[in-house]
C-alpha cells in the first residue's frame, strides 16, 4: 500500500517529507507526490515513476513552507500517473488529502458529487475523500469535524493525512480498520504523520500508534486524539529502541505478528495496479499472454513447497472453476523425479516467497526442459524464480521477515484470484456480467480481513484455553481444505504442537481413531458449499468425545450449539474465503507460540529461504 510522510514545526517540511518517503520505498510504488503550505498557499508537485522522478521535480520548481504531506502510492483506481498521484487537492486548492485504502463505495460517492456540481481531476477513489471534506468544512464544520463527518461516509479501512490553508496550524490524521497503521511522531516544537516508523525514526523515538476509529489534530506544540464523535482518547506515548530491528516492529512484539496485521497494506499492494473497478477488469501485461495464446493452454501445473503450495491449492479450485483449465498441483520437491508428462501446451507455474527455493527452481527448469511456459508467483523482487520464468506476477508484500509465511500466503490467493478471471477473460470463458461481479468482490477484502484482525483479542483467549495441548487435527472442505492443512502447518511450525491438516471428508477412514478430549478439532466451516458436510464432520468429533474449534460465519445460528470454541468471520464470497478464514488461524498459532514463551519469528529448524535440496 502507500506510504505516508507529514510534517509541522518550524523547519522547511520538503526535505524531511522526501527522505521520509525514502525510507518507505520498501513498500513498493508507483508514484510520487508532496503538498506544503507555502505563504498561504497550497503547493504540490507529484509524478509518475520512481522517487528520483518527484526530487527531479523539486529540483527544477522548488517548494518551501513548515508543514507539508507527501505521498507513495500503488495504483488500486485509475493508472499510474501524474494525474492519479497523491496528494488530492479540492476544488478551492484549500484542501488536501493523502490516502492509504480503498474507498469501497467511491462510485456512489463520486455520482454523488458530481450530481451536486463537484469536478473531478483523477480517477482514483481517494480523491472523493478531499471534495466531502471540502464540501462539509463549506456547511460549517472545522477542519477536524469535516474529517470526522467524511470519516463516516467512507466504507473501508483507511489512513488518511489532510491539511488545509484554512487552517494552517495543524495537520488532521485518522485511521478507520487497519489500512495500515498510522504513527504520529512527537517532537520539540514540531510534530511527525506516518504509515510506519522507519519514516521518522531519524527525528524522534517518541511515538504515538493510533487505533482503529480515531483521530489525532497535531500541531507543532500538541497532539490531540478523539475518536470520531470527538471523545478524547488518552493514547500512551512509546519510546522507541535504538536497536533497529526493535525498531522495525513498531507496536508489535514479533515480526510475525506485525506481517499478519499487514495483510491490509499486502493484500491492497497486491491488487494494485493489477484491477480496473470501473471497466471490471483484471490486467496481468507482466505474463506476456494474449487470447490466442491464452486459448492453447491446456493445463497449467502448479508447484511449490509448504506454505506456498497450499496456496497453490487454492488456486487449483479458483483456476479451475473461472478459467475452465485442468490443473495439478505437484509438490515441487518431487515434480522432477516424477517424469512429469510437460509438453509446450502446458504452463509451469511456481509459487515462492524468496523466489530462490531450490525445490522450485529446479521444478521449473523441469518444465522448461520439457517446453512449458513457465511463469511466477514470487514476493522477492529481482529473484532467480522471477528472472528466469516468461511471465512473473509479483505479490509485492513487501519484506517478510518471520520465517513462518503469513502475508506472503494471501498475497498469492489473490494473485491465483487475479489470474483464473485473466484466463477465463481472454478464453472466452468467462462472461461480462460474471468478470464484473468477480472483480467487484476484490473491492470489500482487504477491510473484511481488517475486520478479522480486529478480533485478534478473542482469538488469545482461545489460544490460551488450548495452548497446552500436545496435539491438534484441523478439517476443511473443498476450496477450504488447502486452509486446514495450512492453519496446521502454522500450529507446528512456530508452537511445535503436533497438528495436522486433513481432508474433513476422509476423516472417518482414519484420523477419526484419533479423536479424544485431548486433541481439539479445528473445523472451517464458514459459509460456503460444504457448510452442510461440515456440520456433520463436526458432530461426528462431538460425538467421539473431541472439543471442537470451528471457525465460522457472522450470523451461523448451528454452530453455537454445538461448540462454544468459535473464530468468527466476516461473510465473503466463497471463491474469497480462503483469504478471511486463514487469519484467525494465523492468529491462533501466533498466539499459542507466544503464550508458550518460543521463538516466533525464528523457529527451531527452520529457514526463510531454503537454499538446498
Known sequence: MCGIVGYIGEQDSTPIILKGLKRLEYRGYDSAGVAVLENSHIEIRRDAGKLSHLEALVHDTPLHGKIGIGHTRWATHGEPNARNAHPHIGSTGEFVVVHNGIVENYLALREELAAEGTEFHSDTDSETIVHLVEKFYAAGSNLAEAV??????????????VMSSREPDKIVAARMGNAGGVVIGLGEGENFVASDLPAILEHTRRVMFLESHQ?????????????LDGNPVKLPVQTISWDPVAAEKGEYRHFMQKEIHEQVRSLTDTLAGRVDFDEGKVILHELNLDAEQAKKIKRIIITACGTAAHAGMVGKILIERIARIPVEVAIASEFRYADPLVDEDTVVLAISQSGETADTLAAMEEGRQKGARLWSIVNAIGSQAMRIADGCISMQTGPEIGVASTKAFTAPLIDLYLLAVYLGDLRGTLEAG??????????AVPALVGECLSREPQVKALARKFMNMEHMLYLGRGINNPIAYEGALKLKEISYIHAEGYPAGEMKHGPIALIDRDMPVVALAPDDPWYDKMISQIEQALARGGAVIAVATDGDNRIPDLTENILWVPKVPWLLSPVITIIPLQLFAYHIASLRGLDVDQPRNLAKSVTVE
Open 148 to 161: 470526522r463527518q467524511t470519516l463516516r461516509r467512507l466504507k473501508g479501512a483507511h489512513g488518511i493525512v
Open 215 to 227: 483521530m489525532a489534530i497535531v500541531s507543532k506544540e500538541s497532539v490531540e486524539v478523539t475518536d
Open 434 to 443: 460474471e468478470r464484473f461481479r468477480l472483480v467487484q468482490d476484490l473491492m
